[in-house]
């Protein structure tokens, strides 16, 4: 990051003063605000965050105008196409592609810490079989710094943390998993050693006692796409939560948790499993697309097209771009028909040529087709926020990293602008 040698001035009550111009690589102008309380009295007010940058991060390049996102540098669709998901994970987290020696390394870890405790096994047992996969998840990865050594946040090392990183990346997986058997009331599968990482997982997820699932190359091909093109997206709720949180030297595993549950939000990460409820609904009647178009319209309605919109993209999201090229390729090749993927292909057109969503930049983003995709595979519905919560581990943990080693971070702590009452006094209740 460098200070740049224009100043932005600001004039409070007729008084000037100059702010310093920071600017990114990719040319992003910031104007630091850090000192202005301190020399205006005056603070920012910015809801929803829409403006404010809260950190430099040399982690992801989003473009939002020109639909581009890197990784580290790297363009998403080339990584998507030649990369896997633990040599992105690898990426994002430590800053460069991994050699071979580094990469073999990294995936050994996973293996070694894919079991949970025995203990945690239990845990299962407390949940209804109705329970969201979220709430399981988000409370067995809290449960683990109850059985698993965390960093010591006043001499951080480094074996500390590659330690932490296979274990959550990999024992996050084995949660979900087994959160699924126990909706389906089936036995536990365990992670096998001779399986790579997303093998492993739909090994877990659909083998059981009495059957031997097999696992397709083209099937995973697509979680490994979806799995990268969700790894990281810079300041998004949840990854801006985990640095929240973590900003006050929360442990790794709280900060995490808090992400998870930012995720779960429909307005975010929950946002796969609406779309294919959404979808569903209007399959179930008939197709009409347009009823639905005139909902998202009408401001008397919560109503949204769900997948739809994004707060920084204003041109198509890059990662919905392949995400619907990698439906249509894997449900030719798996030989299903998904009424559900042309009605959302129906759907996108009308949205796209409607002046509502051209005016405001709606797009498909990268919830849209995602789900038609996880449902091609077997993952039910209310599995469907939990892939993307395995999927953006990576981000969430190199957030945190970049977070801690960055020299001058500080707690979070935003300001507000009280609008409550003004001083008055008590009033005894006999008074009132
Ligand atoms: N359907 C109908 N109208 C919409 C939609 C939508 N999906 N999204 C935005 N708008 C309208 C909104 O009503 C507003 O209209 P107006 O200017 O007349 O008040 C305008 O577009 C701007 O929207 P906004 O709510 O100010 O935008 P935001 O940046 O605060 O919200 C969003 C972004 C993603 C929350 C929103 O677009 C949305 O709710 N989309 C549906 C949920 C969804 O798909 N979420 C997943 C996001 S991508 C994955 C992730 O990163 O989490």
Redesign the pocket.
């Known amino acids: 990051m460098d200070q740049s040698q224009a100043n932005a001035k600001v004039v409070v009550d007729g008084n000037t003063f100059e702010l310093p111009v920071i600017i990114g690589t990719e040319g992003e102008r910031g104007i630091d605000i850090s000192k202005l309380r301190s020399l205006t009295n005056y603070v920012t007010f910015d809801h929803?965050f829409?403006n404010t940058s809260n950190c430099a991060s040399a982690i992801t390049f989003l473009d939002g105008e020109s639909g581009v996102l890197r990784y580290r540098g790297y363009p998403i669709e080339q990584l998507a196409e030649q990369s896997s998901f633990i040599e992105t994970a690898y990426l994002l987290i430590y800053g460069e592609l991994p050699n071979s020696d580094q990469l073999r390394h990294f995936s050994e870890s996973f293996t070694e810490h894919s079991m949970l405790h025995e203990d945690m096994k239990n845990f299962f047992d407390g949940y209804p079989s109705t329970a969201h996969p979220m709430a399981i998840l988000a409370s067995m990865v809290c449960s683990l710094s109850a059985y698993y050594p965390g960093i010591d946040m006043l001499n951080p090392t480094k074996e500390d943390f590659d330690r932490i990183v296979v274990m959550l990346m990999s024992k996050v997986r084995t949660i979900v998993a087994f959160a699924h058997k126990k909706s389906l009331g089936q036995p536990f599968v365990y992670p096998r050693h001779d399986l790579e990482y997303i093998p492993n997982f739909l090994n877990m997820l659909f083998s059981s006692p009495t059957h031997q699932y097999k696992i397709y190359d083209e099937v995973v091909q697509a979680l490994k796409v979806l799995f990268i093109l969700h790894a990281d997206?810079e300041q998004?709720?949840s990854t801006s939560t985990v640095r929240l949180v973590g900003s006050s030297w929360a442990n790794l595993y709280a900060s995490i948790t808090a992400g998870i549950c930012a995720l779960w939000g429909?307005?975010?990460?929950g946002?796969n499993e609406e779309v294919i409820m959404m979808l569903e609904q209007m399959y179930r009647e008939g197709g009409d697309v347009d009823k639905y178009i005139s909902m998202?319209?009408d401001?008397s309605s919560r109503f949204?097209?769900?997948?739809?919109?994004?707060?920084v993209y204003k041109s198509y999201d890059p990662r919905a771009k392949i995400i619907k090229k990698s439906a249509h390729d894997l449900l030719k090749k798996l030989g299903i028909h998904d009424p559900l993927l042309e009605i959302a292909v129906k759907l996108e057109e009308k949205a796209l040529a409607d002046p509502y969503f051209i005016e405001?930049n709606?797009y498909p983003?990268?919830?849209f087709y995602s789900g038609i995709i996880y449902k091609a595979i077997g993952i039910p519905m209310n599995m469907f926020t939990v892939m993307f919560a395995i999927a953006r581990l990576p981000g969430w943990i190199a957030h945190w990293k970049e977070m801690m080693e960055s020299p001058g971070a500080k707690i979070g702590r935003p300001r507000q602008i009280y609008v409550g009452m003004n001083k008055r006094d008590y009033v005894p209740i006999t008074k009132r």
């Open positions: 929803g829409g997206h998004n709720c429909p307005l975010h990460g946002a998202a319209k401001k949204r097209l769900m997948g739809f919109g994004h707060r405001r709606l983003n990268v919830d």
